[in-house]
């Protein structure tokens, strides 16, 4: 079946610190979206990916689509309290009409 | 301009009770989604609905857990005869009409936390 892998499931860093999460599918993906929940929110959608080899930017936010469609990254260069929180990506498939989310990782940040 | 309304934002609940959580999605969007997160955890989906259709209820209990999204109205989540095990934060998601591998952006309602004395 479908199944979106994330990883790491936490992520602690110093302020000013890089971190990326990564995201794999054992399936070809149409398109790959990323959210963001802050603690005690809701998920709140990013950014979608659609090409293969696709490179997204967000300020200091990177976002890039595998070239096979399989795994996508979310990179973030000098992290801020302000990013403190979970961030979801999401598969979309063409033998389904509603995405797959993958487990998470969650990043808190020492000041 | 209102987003995904979900109401109520904390429900309170005794063992063997029922509980209905309520989602008005965003305006133009067709299709509801329901989503479990137990705290510290993933989104866990429950069932994808389009107006007077269940699409997909693949992760919905097989008992005690129904789900509606009628002509007219808000979309319904209801838990009949709640235990402890069932509390949770429950997300509703909304988005517009989507297509095989066409997949739109989902909006988060904020939530209704459910808590079972």
């Known amino acids: 079946g479908q199944q979106v892998m994330q990883i790491p499931q936490y992520q602690h860093v110093q302020e000013g610190e890089d971190f990326t999460t990564y995201c794999n599918s054992s399936?070809?993906?149409?398109?790959i979206q990323w959210y963001k929940q802050r603690p005690g929110g809701h998920p709140v959608f990013l950014i979608q990916?659609?090409?293969?080899?696709e490179v997204k930017k967000q300020k200091r936010l990177t976002f890039q689509f595998g070239e096979a469609k399989k795994n996508s990254s979310l990179h973030i260069t000098a992290t801020q309290t302000t990013d403190v929180g979970t961030y979801f990506c999401?598969?979309?498939?063409?033998?389904?009409?509603?995405?797959?989310f993958g487990s998470g990782t969650r990043l808190s940040i020492r000041p | 301009n209102a987003g995904v309304m979900q109401n109520p934002r904390h429900l309170v609940r005794r063992r063997g009770q029922e509980a209905r959580l309520r989602c008005s999605p965003m305006?133009?969007?067709?299709?509801v989604y329901w989503y479990r997160q137990l705290p510290e955890e993933g989104l866990k989906f429950m069932v994808y609905?389009?107006?007077?259709?269940?699409?997909?209820e693949s992760g919905m209990p097989k008992e005690r857990f129904s789900a509606e999204f009628p002509k007219e109205g808000p979309s319904i989540l209801r838990i009949q005869q709640v235990v402890r095990g069932d509390s949770a934060a429950y997300f509703c998601?909304?988005?517009?009409?989507?297509?095989?591998?066409?997949?739109?952006?989902?909006?988060f309602g904020d939530g209704t936390r459910l808590s079972i004395l």
């Open positions: 998601a909304s988005s517009p009409r989507q297509g095989l591998g066409s997949n739109q952006p989902q909006h």
């Open positions: 399936t070809t993906l149409s398109n």
């Open positions: 990916l659609v090409k293969s080899g």
């Open positions: 999401a598969g979309g498939y063409s033998s389904a009409s509603k995405i797959i």
């Open positions: 305006k133009g969007h067709s299709h």
């Open positions: 609905l389009q107006k007077e259709n269940i699409i997909d």
